[in-house]
């Protein structure tokens, strides 16, 4: 079992609240963290910070001590662990069979967050990458939040399930995005305002749903009635 360390006053957000959670600070820039709502200015007092791990050293750099940081520290500098005691936190084992994301993904529910937000999590080794998209997906199916969505430097992830009714998407005209059916088929797909609409559709895993575009005119929004929809838009590729 996990062990706790100092984990107390967590109760800071209350039901309905957004979570913001960091993850190592080698993958969190200026630009990842305007896109998910943050400025030069402190996130909003309603909002509930969370770390992942290394996430800590990132919140600290911002001048903004985590509310809660979960991990087994093996991704913090040296200098952060001794600072740990000065925030509520939840100390993991080393060897344990799920990841630190897991557990504080876990937390943000349990502590009444509905939406979360996340940055500083993809990037890295492809493993951890898809270790990320799973855990999503397992806390999009099993958790109960209203929205999740992750902010990487190579893509942005949202995760679409029926109990989060119609989801209008982030997507500007003529980007390229991909729809994906995770955690088994998904039924009753509608996608409106693509070039490639869909209306009650079924998704199987795999590449169906891949590469659609946004219209110029109207917002891209997807709903489903039963699955779990994840929406991936890639940033374009920059060319020498």
């Known amino acids: 079992m996990p062990r706790s360390s100092a984990l107390r006053n967590s109760s800071k957000s209350a039901p309905g609240m ?11 820039s200026l630009s990842l963290l305007k896109r998910v709502g943050f400025r030069s200015t402190p996130v909003a007092k309603a909002d509930f910070r969370l770390a992942v791990d290394g996430g800590v050293d990132a919140w600290l750099k911002l001048k903004l001590p985590p509310h ?3 991990g087994d520290w093996d991704s913090v500098k040296p200098a952060t662990r001794k600072r740990l005691d000065d925030f509520p936190h939840l100390t993991l084992p ?15 529910r349990l502590i009444g967050g509905t939406e979360l937000v996340a ?22 199916a099993e958790l109960g939040f209203r929205r999740l969505r992750v902010i990487g430097a190579d893509a942005d992830y949202e995760w679409i399930r029926p109990e989060m009714g119609t989801c209008e998407l982030d997507v500007i ?53 039963r699955g779990t929809v994840l929406v991936i838009v890639p940033r374009p590729i920059a060319r020498s």
């Open 94 to 108: 080393r060897e344990k069979d799920r990841s630190d994301l897991y557990h504080a993904l876990r937390m943000a």
């Open 173 to 225: 005209p003529g980007r390229v995005f991909s729809l994906f059916a995770v955690d088994g088929p998904a039924i009753g797909v509608s996608l409106e305002g693509a070039e490639f609409p869909l209306k009650g559709a079924t998704l199987e895993p795999g590449s169906h749903g891949l590469s659609n575009c946004r219209n110029k005119a109207g917002s891209v929004r997807v709903r489903v009635k």
């Open 68 to 70: 809660l940081a979960v």
């Open 119 to 140: 940055a500083g999590l993809t990037g890295g080794r492809a493993d951890h990458a898809l270790g990320v998209l799973l855990d999503f997906t397992h806390a999009a």
């Open 18 to 28: 957004r979570v913001f959670a960091l993850g190592p600070s080698e993958h969190v």
